[in-house]
């Protein structure tokens, strides 16, 4: 394999590395606020390039139909809180895994009945004239996911570090009672959680709506990648995530290259399942996960 | 003591279950449609499936998203064996099974010691890479066209291809899977189960092994999921990877939570409701019967934790025996 070939999947597997890591910080929120690991996170991710799809398919301008999808998934994943989760904050892991696979399945079969079984194209934001870097191609849409990707990552840190509210959030995640007893309201911290974990995935749909085609049922796989990032990277830790993120896109990539087989293009979606089964085996907390105990 | 004496009290502490035998046994005789009797086959055959779910997520307290996978394992199993290899059907489930309870136990080990939700991933993943290698190892799985031709069962050169033969063979052995869940409950594996599901370190320190109680349920769980995938195959002659997407999983378990968590008859009841509430639904739009799972799902956990047999009703006796709050079944500590 040359040098530009290498590049090529590289880029490639950045591309998609950086949805999986937009999806995984989705995870890290939503977990650090409430322990819940949210199997709708994939379908916040399908919802977000599909109603840019529509906004723009009825004349809305193309950037204002991207923000306008990130708002509207966001005001979803805020009702998905309000109406579901709410009311079972206190009821445990398992009655939270079935709310939320319910809610997945749900998101996904009125996608389906609302924008069909096809999946459906988005022109890139600012045209598709390649970018030629050292023999290899960059679509100016790879260049807009990254950076979104890394502004999101840089305004996340601010908000967490900076900010009164940010600061409120990490103390629940620490310690929710203690938390409350400081006048910290919980249940806002997690209604912000779940509708800024919406929006990152969301911003992640619209933006990898225009590279692979968007369908109904296309959340379900990313979802699960964003979890194996997040698995990779060590479940709660959200550099860890966009880290995980970006090694899983590209591994992935190099594997359809460096694959001698037929078709392996077919064996990719396999990766990310074997990287997420390995890590759970050999390292559970994740590459760059510390060891905890669990206090009885 | 007579034998009347030693027989009524053993009837009467398994009415439930021997009037939902007699009941399921007796249908054939009235009904006549081939339609129908097909539907209550596969309702046997989901049956077996949803009651080794119901053993992990009620007794073990852990959750599976994968189980189509070891469905799968089953009917592809039988599929390759008895077409390509002529293996007998029988053999072929059994060497099927003994494989899907193989995987189950190398999948097990690692992800149960850790929380609820990563066996879940595990299990999602694994089911995603089973689906992946049907579709792509043509040679031996077809990929997506699927394999035709599988033989019927048969025992001692009769038939059991036909609808009548057949109900009363899967539902035989459907109704031995759920007496064995039954006894599963009420025995010292069930009650050191309940125990570390309750307070896994308080039921450890207590002696119960609950690393191995719990992949031994899951075994359990991946082979009566791969029995039941290797009758399905020898009923319907025809198998395909499209009938085990996460979606196919994802059913199974909304079946187990919608008929109740924690209690086996719940098994019984989310079937029943998941096999003919689809068949009512298709008169509007077969695409709705997924969106009202779903949905089904959330007002179920929030409203009826305790799903369709904490309504109550004939079984209420069965169920009493041995019954918690609700919710609580459903989590550790």
């Given at each position: 394999?040359?040098?530009?070939?290498?590049?090529?999947?590289?880029?490639?597997?950045?591309?998609?590395?950086?949805?999986?890591?937009?999806?995984?910080?989705?995870?890290?929120?939503?977990?650090?606020?409430?322990?819940?690991?949210?199997?709708?996170?994939?379908?916040?991710?399908?919802?977000?390039?599909?109603?840019?799809?529509?906004?723009?398919?009825?004349?809305?301008?193309?950037?204002?139909?991207?923000?306008?999808?990130?708002?509207?998934?966001?005001?979803?994943?805020?009702?998905?809180?309000?109406?579901?989760?709410?009311?079972?904050?206190?009821?445990?892991?398992?009655?939270?895994?079935?709310?939320?696979?319910?809610?997945?399945?749900?998101?996904?079969?009125?996608?389906?009945?609302?924008?069909?079984?096809?999946?459906?194209?988005?022109?890139?934001?600012?045209?598709?004239?390649?970018?030629?870097?050292?023999?290899?191609?960059?679509?100016?849409?790879?260049?807009?996911?990254?950076?979104?990707?890394?502004?999101?990552?840089?305004?996340?840190?601010?908000?967490?570090?900076?900010?009164?509210?940010?600061?409120?959030?990490?103390?629940?995640?620490?310690?929710?009672?203690?938390?409350?007893?400081?006048?910290?309201?919980?249940?806002?911290?997690?209604?912000?959680?779940?509708?800024?974990?919406?929006?990152?995935?969301?911003?992640?749909?619209?933006?990898?709506?225009?590279?692979?085609?968007?369908?109904?049922?296309?959340?379900?796989?990313?979802?699960?990648?964003?979890?194996?990032?997040?698995?990779?990277?060590?479940?709660?830790?959200?550099?860890?995530?966009?880290?995980?993120?970006?090694?899983?896109?590209?591994?992935?990539?190099?594997?359809?290259?460096?694959?001698?087989?037929?078709?392996?293009?077919?064996?990719?979606?396999?990766?990310?399942?074997?990287?997420?089964?390995?890590?759970?085996?050999?390292?559970?907390?994740?590459?760059?996960?510390?060891?905890?105990?669990?206090?009885? | 003591?007579?034998?009347?004496?030693?027989?009524?009290?053993?009837?009467?502490?398994?009415?439930?279950?021997?009037?939902?035998?007699?009941?399921?046994?007796?249908?054939?005789?009235?009904?006549?449609?081939?339609?129908?009797?097909?539907?209550?086959?596969?309702?046997?055959?989901?049956?077996?499936?949803?009651?080794?779910?119901?053993?992990?997520?009620?007794q073990a307290g852990q959750i599976s998203l994968g189980h189509a996978a070891f469905v799968a394992i089953g009917a592809y199993g039988s599929a390759i064996l008895t077409t390509r290899w002529s293996l007998d059907p029988w053999l072929a489930m059994g060497i099927s099974a003994l494989l899907a309870g193989a995987i189950a136990g190398v999948l097990g080990i690692p992800t149960l010691?850790?929380?609820?939700?990563?066996?879940?991933?595990?299990?999602?993943?694994?089911?995603?890479?089973?689906?992946?290698?049907?579709?792509?190892?043509?040679?031996?799985?077809?990929?997506?066209?699927?394999?035709?031709?599988?033989?019927?069962?048969?025992?001692?050169?009769?038939?059991?291809?036909?609808?009548?033969?057949?109900?009363?063979?899967?539902?035989?052995?459907?109704?031995?899977?759920?007496?064995?869940?039954?006894?599963?409950?009420?025995?010292?594996?069930?009650?050191?189960?309940?125990?570390?599901?309750?307070?896994?370190?308080?039921?450890?320190?207590?002696?119960?092994?609950?690393?191995?109680?719990?992949?031994?349920?899951?075994?359990?769980?991946?082979?009566?999921?791969?029995?039941?995938?290797?009758?399905?195959?020898?009923?319907?002659?025809?198998?395909?990877?499209?009938?085990?997407?996460?979606?196919?999983?994802?059913?199974?378990?909304?079946?187990?939570?919608?008929?109740?968590?924690?209690?086996?008859?719940?098994?019984?009841?989310?079937?029943?409701?998941?096999?003919?509430?689809?068949?009512?639904?298709?008169?509007?739009?077969?695409?709705?019967?997924?969106?009202?799972?779903?949905?089904?799902?959330?007002?179920?956990?929030?409203?009826?934790?305790?799903?369709?047999?904490?309504?109550?009703?004939?079984?209420?006796?069965?169920?009493?025996?041995?019954?918690?709050?609700?919710?609580?079944?459903?989590?550790?500590?």
């Amino acid at each position: 394999m040359s040098l530009d070939q290498f590049l090529q999947y590289v880029f490639s597997g950045i591309t998609n590395g950086s949805i999986y890591a937009l999806t995984a910080l989705g995870f890290t929120l939503i977990y650090n606020a409430t322990d819940i690991i949210n199997f709708a996170q994939g379908e916040f991710v399908m919802l977000g390039g599909l109603t840019a799809i529509s906004l723009y398919k009825w004349g809305v301008p193309l950037p204002v139909a991207c923000l306008g999808a990130v708002v509207v998934v966001a005001l979803i994943g805020v009702i998905f809180e309000l109406a579901a989760i709410r009311p079972l904050l206190s009821a445990g892991i398992m009655t939270q895994i079935i709310v939320t696979v319910g809610a997945s399945l749900a998101l996904r079969t009125a996608a389906m009945l609302i924008w069909g079984r096809e999946a459906l194209p988005l022109p890139p934001l600012t045209g598709d004239t390649p970018i030629d870097v050292l023999g290899a191609t960059i679509l100016p849409q790879t260049l807009w996911v990254l950076g979104a990707t890394l502004a999101i990552v840089v305004a996340l840190q601010l908000f967490y570090k900076r900010t009164l509210t940010g600061k409120a959030v990490r103390a629940c995640s620490v310690n929710p009672t203690a938390a409350r007893l400081m006048g910290v309201s919980y249940s806002r911290v997690v209604l912000l959680s779940f509708g800024l974990s919406a929006a990152i995935a969301a911003t992640g749909g619209v933006l990898i709506a225009p590279v692979s085609f968007m369908g109904y049922s296309s959340g379900a796989l990313i979802g699960l990648k964003g979890f194996a990032a997040c698995i990779l990277g060590g479940l709660g830790n959200p550099a860890g995530a966009v880290a995980g993120g970006l090694i899983l896109g590209i591994l992935e990539s190099l594997t359809v290259g460096f694959l001698p087989i037929q078709g392996s293009s077919g064996y990719k979606d396999a990766v990310a399942f074997l990287i997420l089964l390995l890590v759970l085996f050999v390292k559970p907390q994740g590459l760059f996960g510390q060891r905890t105990m669990e206090k009885v | 003591m007579t034998a009347v004496a030693r027989v009524v009290p053993y009837l009467r502490r398994h009415a439930a279950f021997i009037t939902f035998a007699v009941v399921v046994m007796a249908l054939p005789f009235f009904i006549h449609s081939t339609y129908y009797l097909s539907i209550l086959a596969f309702t046997a055959t989901r049956l077996m499936v949803v009651l080794g779910l119901n053993l992990l997520l009620g007794q073990a307290g852990q959750i599976s998203l994968g189980h189509a996978a070891f469905v799968a394992i089953g009917a592809y199993g039988s599929a390759i064996l008895t077409t390509r290899w002529s293996l007998d059907p029988w053999l072929a489930m059994g060497i099927s099974a003994l494989l899907a309870g193989a995987i189950a136990g190398v999948l097990g080990i690692p992800t149960l010691k850790l929380k609820g939700h990563y066996l879940a991933m595990a299990t999602l993943g694994f089911g995603e890479i089973v689906l992946i290698l049907l579709i792509q190892f043509k040679w031996l799985t077809s990929g997506s066209d699927g394999i035709v031709g599988i033989p019927s069962l048969s025992f001692a050169g009769l038939d059991l291809g036909r609808p009548m033969a057949y109900h009363w063979i899967a539902w035989g052995v459907a109704l031995v899977m759920l007496r064995m869940a039954l006894n599963l409950v009420d025995s010292r594996v069930g009650r050191s189960l309940r125990a570390l599901h309750r307070a896994e370190i308080a039921a450890a320190s207590l002696g119960v092994n609950t690393s191995f109680r719990k992949v031994q349920i899951f075994v359990v769980s991946a082979v009566f999921a791969s029995v039941a995938g290797s009758f399905y195959v020898h009923y319907i002659h025809f198998i395909s990877p499209d009938s085990f997407a996460i979606t196919f999983s994802v059913i199974l378990l909304t079946t187990v939570v919608i008929g109740g968590v924690g209690n086996v008859w719940g098994a019984v009841w989310g079937t029943l409701l998941m096999m003919f509430l689809p068949e009512y639904l298709k008169r509007f739009n077969q695409d709705y019967t997924n969106l009202t799972f779903g949905i089904l799902m959330i007002v179920i956990m929030i409203f009826l934790p305790g799903g369709l047999v904490s309504l109550g009703g004939v079984f209420s006796r069965a169920r009493n025996r041995s019954r918690g709050p609700d919710r609580a079944r459903l989590e550790e500590g």
